[in-house]
């Protein structure tokens, strides 16, 4: 046996590691790798501004109501004295004045800021909603492939390749098309909802459901899992204490990165005439009406910016998001 | 080392075969032989020391003896309970008792959990309670591996390999098992690093009084910590002695050629040894040689080494080999390697 090693009166400070693993540099007491995600997206400007954008937009859906009735104008009314009863165009061309700030649509003169306002809680209520469903669905399925293998992953592994070879926009049309007036004991706009956010949910889970059990493959060869086995762990605990934790990036990054595409989705459904049914405002169906009025731009501009701002903000934060979080994965 | 006469593990013709399958139908056709019937008793307070190439099996048997892997063949005995095919749930009372010590401190650690969530997992999965709570159990843990215990609210990625080791060695000695096998355990460790995590585990075993099976291929290691040695070859153990007579007097050629294989740090002392080269690489677990397994490096071979396989042996006190042609044997009279030679055919019957 060797000399004993005065091992309590012993500190090792060497930390080289620490320098190795990149941005977080020193070592300050207790940082988890959250906070030093945190550090790193606050010298992030564009995804700030991303996020920035991003919390105002729901700001503004959650309080659509209250912004409108500063102006006076629900989304739903006719302005005709401001219509030029000839052409049926705004009478000065777009309508916007301070009292209308985005100016009024042509034939029956309604608001367009108070339908753009309104149709921002259509838009992200659906994304929000339907990116829920999938990233709960696909993270569920996702964690059970990559963890139990086997049949398991067999069975989900391949309807995971059905649902990715699904004509989405084609079933989405032909279901949204066929169910009835009220369904499920919903009615109007909150059934067409429910319906949006179920089939742009149901129909996306396969692309998180891939990510998830890639991540849960490569973290069940990790050793602190097989620590957690020796020491008796069952499977429940190894998925929710040892492997979810691991798993919180990549979901929350590929969620982020969702919700854009969830409002395109949406928008494309309403501009096909399936989605939330008029006179409810939504982005998508501004557009379709405003198609028909190509000589008035100001009609299709309006939605359209706020469709295209509101995906660019959601992408360049998401896009920071992975970065401050995932910083090798640039 | 104190010896009681009942071994705390005793492992008796361990094997693990890896089915290779094949097509649609997953048709087996063939098997990784990665353990291939293994014997040795560990005893109560003594280390042992399980060394052998990559490839050779050592990793899987830790993981056999600790049910990580479900053996597909022999008996595992820990106390006395036969745990070969035992479920986890009536496993998980006596893993309290046999830890894992794991070879990669980057890995074995959870890059989300604090220092303080990793070490006092055990007792939160064992649904241990300890009289003053489970923070200052760990924190005193932390003490006894030479961590600050300040450092509780950490997280891995704030450590040097050789701290985040010492951790793994925490959350290891939390339930204060009586057996730890230790997984190469400072092969990912700087070398300067390596002494201090070894004395600590040597430290550690006086203290606690804990029994070791410490699998690592670096026999320096090997023999600075163990009592006892066993050489693994292709799954199966060649050699098995205690630490003076393995390293003082190898029997087994694949032995000698490991121990000629060591560095020695002293030029001046290089000149007085062979070296010895052993030709090709380590056989396909897949398809092993038959026989005698080392047959094909071996320049002592012969046709009986092919045709017939040398039994594990006892040649001298506690010095098991499995070799028709052992070096260095002690020459009683029956038991003379030269006698035997001729007569080993008949003896190795399998």
Same mark, same amino acid.
């Given at each position: ?130 990116? $829920? !469903?999938?990233? *709960? =669905?696909?993270?569920?399925?996702? /964690?059970?492939?990559?963890? #139990? @293998?086997?049949?398991? +992953? ?13 004509? $989405? !926009?084609?079933? *989405? =049309?032909?279901?949204?098309?066929? /169910?009835?007036?009220?369904? #499920? @004991?919903?009615?109007? +706009? ?141 | ?350």
């Amino acid at each position: 046996m060797t000399a004993p090693l005065d091992v309590s009166g012993q500190e090792l400070q060497a930390a080289p590691e620490a320098v190795l693993d990149g941005a977080q540099g020193k070592a300050i007491e207790g940082r988890s790798l959250g906070q030093i995600a945190w550090t790193r997206l606050k010298r992030d400007k564009v995804a700030l501004t991303g996020a920035g954008v991003v919390i105002f937009l729901i700001l503004v859906a959650i309080f659509a109501p209250l912004i409108v009735s500063w102006f006076g104008h629900p989304p739903n009314d006719f302005n005709q004295d401001l219509i030029s009863s000839e052409t049926l165009a705004p009478k000065d061309g777009t309508g916007i004045s301070a009292d209308h700030l985005f100016g009024v649509e042509p034939v029956n003169g309604r608001d367009i800021f108070s339908r753009v306002v309104y149709g921002a809680r259509i838009s992200l209520l659906i994304a929000f909603l339907a990116t $829920l !469903l999938s990233v *709960a =669905i696909g993270t569920l399925l996702g /964690v059970m492939a990559g963890y #139990f @293998g086997g049949w398991v +992953d067999s069975v989900i592994s391949k309807a995971m390749d059905v649902f990715l070879a699904f004509p $989405l !926009l084609v079933f *989405a =049309i032909a279901l949204a098309g066929v /169910v009835p007036d009220s369904a #499920f @004991g919903l009615s109007g +706009d909150a059934l067409r909802v429910s319906l949006l956010i179920f089939i742009i949910g149901f129909f996306n889970w396969p692309y998180i459901g891939r990510i998830m059990r890639g991540q849960t493959l490569s973290l069940r060869e990790r050793e602190f899992i097989d620590a957690a086995r020796s020491l008796g762990a069952r499977g429940p605990y190894i998925i929710f204490r040892e492997m979810l934790p691991n798993l919180v990036a990549p979901i929350l990054i590929y969620a982020t990165l969702l919700i854009p595409t969830n409002i395109l989705f949406e928008a494309a459904l309403s501009f096909l005439g399936v989605g939330v049914r008029p006179p409810t405002a939504t982005w998508g169906g501004m557009l379709s009406d405003a198609v028909r009025f190509y000589t008035i731009p100001h009609f299709m501009f309006f939605p359209g910016m706020a469709i295209f701002i509101t995906v660019l903000a959601f992408n360049l934060f998401g896009d920071g998001l992975r970065d401050a979080l995932d910083p090798r994965a640039r | 080392m104190s010896e009681t006469p009942e071994p705390l593990l005793s492992v008796e013709g361990l094997e693990k075969h890896f089915p290779i399958t094949k097509g649609l139908i997953k048709r087996q056709v063939g098997a990784v032989k990665a353990v291939d019937g293994l014997t040795f008793d560990v005893r109560k307070g003594e280390t042992l020391g399980l060394v052998g190439e990559s490839g050779c099996g050592k990793t899987t048997t830790g993981r056999l003896i600790t049910r990580l892997l479900e053996p597909t063949g022999g008996t595992v005995r820990f106390e006395g309970h036969d745990i070969t095919h035992m479920s986890q749930g009536a496993l998980r009372p006596l893993r309290r008792d046999m830890q894992m010590i794991f070879q990669d401190p980057y890995s074995s650690l959870n890059p989300r959990h604090t220092v303080g969530a990793i070490v006092g997992a055990p007792f939160r999965i064992q649904g241990v309670k300890t009289e003053q709570g489970t923070k200052k159990a760990v924190q005193e843990i932390l003490e006894l591996v030479g961590l600050n215990p300040e450092h509780y609210n950490r997280y891995p990625h704030e450590f040097s390999g050789g701290q985040r080791q010492r951790i793994g060695i925490a959350r290891t000695l939390a339930l204060k098992p009586k057996l730890i096998i230790a997984d190469e355990p400072v092969s990912a460790l700087d070398v300067s690093i390596q002494a201090q995590v070894v004395n600590l585990l040597e430290d550690l075993q006086n203290e606690l009084d804990l029994t070791y099976v410490v699998i690592a291929h670096d026999l320096s290691v090997v023999r600075h910590i163990s009592d006892r040695v066993a050489v693994m070859y292709l799954g199966k153990i060649v050699e098995i002695a205690d630490r003076k007579g393995l390293y003082e007097r190898p029997m087994h050629p694949y032995t000698t050629a490991l121990l000629s294989a060591v560095p020695i740090p002293d030029v001046k002392a290089r000149g007085g040894r062979d070296r010895i080269r052993l030709q090709g690489d380590v056989p396909s677990p897949l398809n092993p040689p038959p026989a005698c397994r080392f047959h094909t490096r071996c320049w002592k071979a012969q046709e009986v080494c092919k045709t017939v396989e040398p039994p594990l042996v006892a040649l001298a006190p506690g010095h098991q080999v499995a070799c028709h042609f052992p070096e260095n044997a002690p020459a009683p009279a029956d038991a003379a390697p030269e006698a035997a030679v001729p007569a080993a055919p008949g003896a190795a019957t399998e």
